[in-house]
């Protein structure tokens, strides 16, 4: 995400009126700590995001999250509010996690309070997490910039928003090879070509029960248990799936003696251990577990 920040006009910073419970860390890892992949971290403190076509700018006083936008870009604090997914409150999800009893989780979530579960556009998150498989953070970042930047709208000088699946349905798989999607570009052709087939796919996923959107999404070209579960994860607020990949697989073997389970068992445990937030749980295990392993890297 490259721009030039004098060519923008900004809004005054203004406070989104609700207590976050982010700390820095937490804010970090909310938002770069791969969830979601169009935010970057600004020299001032502030992030820069960009979701559909939207774009903002957001930095953490105290506890209260402010936010602002260029005034060439319509968002209100309504959506904005929506993204970051500010209801429930907190701390009543906090209390449903099984964390008194289950030390692991207690432990990630003192590391990471205030971690959040964000709400991005379904279409979006089923676009990065297509990308994500055997890449880190910062390479899906790449590839959805790269694809942004070549077939989505430019929201203001340099920004662009990621294509809709009925833009990329008019892409090739050839074209999208050469942005490095590498073998991933055939599932992102062939599902851009179902989709525009059925218009009302995403919102009968988020009417849907958890099972039947799950069941529903891996009827796409790659679109195994794990990309369900993050797609609907991060962007149809179903905040039970418990995405599982490599790092969450060894933890829960080595913390809650899964070794050897398959995981749909894992992920089929998940659900069942933390609830109808498990999701979060996840992500506070997640997050432990790559603050560790790059800990251990430097």
Not at 205 to 215: F, I, L, M, P
């Amino acid at each position: 995400m490259h721009y030039s920040s004098e060519s923008l006009v900004f809004t005054p910073w203004r406070s989104l009126g609700a207590n976050t419970s982010f700390s820095d860390r937490s804010l970090a890892e909310t938002l770069d700590g791969g969830q979601a992949f169009r935010w970057r971290l600004n020299e001032s403190g502030s992030w820069t995001g960009i979701w559909g076509q939207n774009l903002v700018e957001v930095c953490l006083q105290g506890e209260r999250l402010e936010w602002r936008r260029p005034k060439q870009v319509s968002v209100n604090r309504e959506e904005v509010l929506r993204y970051f997914a500010f209801d429930p409150p907190y701390e009543e999800i906090i209390d449903e996690l099984p964390w008194r009893s289950d030390r692991f989780l207690a432990n990630a979530m003192e590391r990471f309070h205030g971690l959040r579960i964000l709400r991005q556009p379904l279409g979006e998150a089923l676009f990065a997490f297509l990308l994500s498989t055997v890449k880190s953070i910062p390479q899906i970042k790449e590839l959805c910039e790269l694809t942004a930047k070549k077939y989505g709208e430019e929201i203001v000088p340099g920004i662009y928003a990621l294509p809709t699946w009925e833009r990329l349905a008019r892409v090739s798989e050839k074209e999208l090879r050469a942005l490095k999607l590498g073998y991933r570009a055939k599932y992102v052709t062939q599902t851009a070509r179902m989709l525009a087939e059925e218009p009302d796919f995403f919102s009968e996923v988020e009417e849907a029960t958890y099972e039947q959107a799950r069941g529903k999404l891996m009827k796409l070209p790659g679109v195994g248990g794990k990309v369900a579960d993050c797609a609907l994860l991060f962007g149809a607020g179903k905040r039970e799936a418990f995405p599982v990949d490599t790092w969450i697989a060894k933890v829960m073997a080595s913390g809650y003696g899964l070794k050897d389970w398959r995981l749909e068992q894992v992920a089929a445990f998940g659900r069942a251990h933390f609830g109808r937030f498990a999701g979060l749980a996840q992500q506070f295990l997640f997050s432990a577990v790559r603050e560790k392993q790059q800990g251990t890297k430097a």
